[in-house]
């Protein structure tokens, strides 16, 4: 499958079925930043972590400005995989500098993986609202196509609201809605004819 092909899920969400149960997929949703014959990599939306964008920048040893809102940043979990690596999303904007590690994509959305996006956002002059995730999901080859076989996956078009504004713990359910799915009718036992 090519990356720009129309079969491609990149930049799209995928919501996890009820009876994904998978405890680090458990009623996530994840939007695909690379989809191909490679695999598949996504950062998982909708799951808060325990730390705060200021512990975190503490660690980092990055240190906060005075005039800094960083009441717009929250902290997630991204997925299972490099659980020490962050990746930062957040609407891209002409108005701020191209981050050493990043990627603008045409849906409106920039990933940056390095420090000084970070270090911009402790200075009050990076992104007004960001998600910043620890971890990221990931397939092998063909391994996601499967999954979507097996009916463990919805894919969904991206949103810019659901990705940025909506509550975390209303994104599962407004997703599946995206495509007309209400998520809390589908059973999770499988029915036999």
């Known amino acids: 499958m090519d990356i720009d092909s129309p079969s491609s899920l990149r930049h799209q969400l995928l919501v996890a079925m009820p009876q994904l149960d998978d405890p680090h997929f458990h009623q996530t949703v994840t939007w695909l930043f690379e989809h191909g014959p490679e695999g598949a990599m996504g950062v998982i939306i909708n799951r808060p972590m325990d730390v705060t964008i200021s512990e975190l920048l503490e660690q980092l040893d990055i240190t906060v400005a005075p005039e800094a809102d960083l009441s717009r940043h929250e902290v997630l979990y991204g997925g299972p995989v490099h659980a020490n690596r962050g990746f930062v999303l957040h609407r891209t904007d002409p108005a701020l500098p191209q981050w050493k590690h990043s990627a603008q994509f045409d849906n409106g959305v920039t990933l940056a993986t390095s420090r000084d996006v970070l270090e911009a956002i402790a200075a009050g002059t990076g992104p007004a609202r960001s998600i910043i995730t620890l971890g990221h999901a990931g397939w092998g080859a063909g391994q996601l196509e499967r999954e979507l076989a097996e009916n463990s996956w919805l894919a969904v078009p991206a949103d810019l609201d659901l990705l940025f504004e909506l ?24 029915g036999h004819a």
């Open 167 to 190: 509550p975390f713990e209303a994104r599962w359910a407004a997703a599946a809605r995206r495509i007309g799915v209400d998520i809390a009718l589908i059973s999770t036992q499988a």
